[in-house]
């Protein structure tokens, strides 16, 4: 079975300073990653995802990850956080294809000082 | 947000008793979910649909079951509940195609 590792359980930053979240995934197939972002009290949202082509994918509200086959990892990044990035962020896989089954990893929680 | 609303939002019931949680959607997407999410864990899944009365078991079913007798409708049933069972139930589905997952605003079970 597949599984997904976020090293990174907790991460602090200034406001303006540039932030990289590590997802490594085990699993020796075809795979479609994803990344997840949840708001205090909200439910999860999608940033963005790989499926094919392009190994870095850009999402929504200036995020991107690089999808790296040879190390298994799907990276999170973005130049310049904010105070509103503070969330949790979860990375996520699927190697099912048909039924989708999403396997997450732990989640790595994102504080932005001020 | 997909069209997915999940009740009741919050619940606090005692061991031992039975608990069915609801998720609706109002797309017609064929595949639904129901997973929990624990401090430590990530989301879990539960158990999942791929159509009307057709469910299959994720990786921690024990102790839930499903049902799903209309396309819109997804339910989980604790049969009894446990404390450890307390957490944040979420259902989600799949836009084919897209191979996306929608979540709803989720249900925080409390077993006492």
């Known amino acids: 079975a597949q599984s997904v590792s976020q090293h990174n359980h907790h991460v602090i930053l200034s406001e303006a300073a540039s932030l990289e979240l590590g997802c490594n995934y085990s699993y020796g197939g075809t795979v479609n990653l994803f990344w997840y972002v949840q708001y205090p009290g909200q439910h999860l949202q999608l940033l963005l995802k790989y499926f094919s082509g392009d190994p870095l994918v850009k999402g929504i509200k200036g995020f991107e990850a690089e999808f790296i086959k040879s190390k298994f990892s799907f990276n999170l990044r973005k130049p310049s956080v904010q105070w509103s990035d503070t969330a949790e962020y979860f990375c996520?896989?699927?190697?099912?294809?048909?039924?989708?089954?999403?396997?997450f990893g732990t989640g790595t929680r994102l504080t932005i000082i001020p | 947000d997909a069209g997915i609303t999940q009740s009741p939002r919050h619940k606090v019931t005692e061991t031992g008793t039975p608990v069915t949680l609801r998720c609706h959607q109002t797309?017609?997407?064929?595949?639904m979910y129901w997973y929990r999410q624990d401090p430590g864990h990530g989301l879990r899944l539960i158990h999942y649909?791929?159509?009307?009365?057709?469910?299959d078991k994720g990786e921690v079913s024990d102790g839930y079951s499903v049902s799903r007798s209309k396309t819109e409708d997804f339910l989980l049933t604790l049969e009894s509940a446990t404390s450890s069972q307390t957490s944040v139930y979420f259902c989600a589905i799949l836009k084919e195609g897209s191979y996306e997952q929608y979540f709803g605003p989720g249900t925080r079970l409390t077993v006492t």
């Open positions: 649909s791929y159509g009307v009365k057709d469910t």
């Open positions: 797309e017609n997407h064929r595949y």
């Open positions: 996520a896989v699927t190697t099912n294809f048909g039924n989708e089954k999403l396997t």
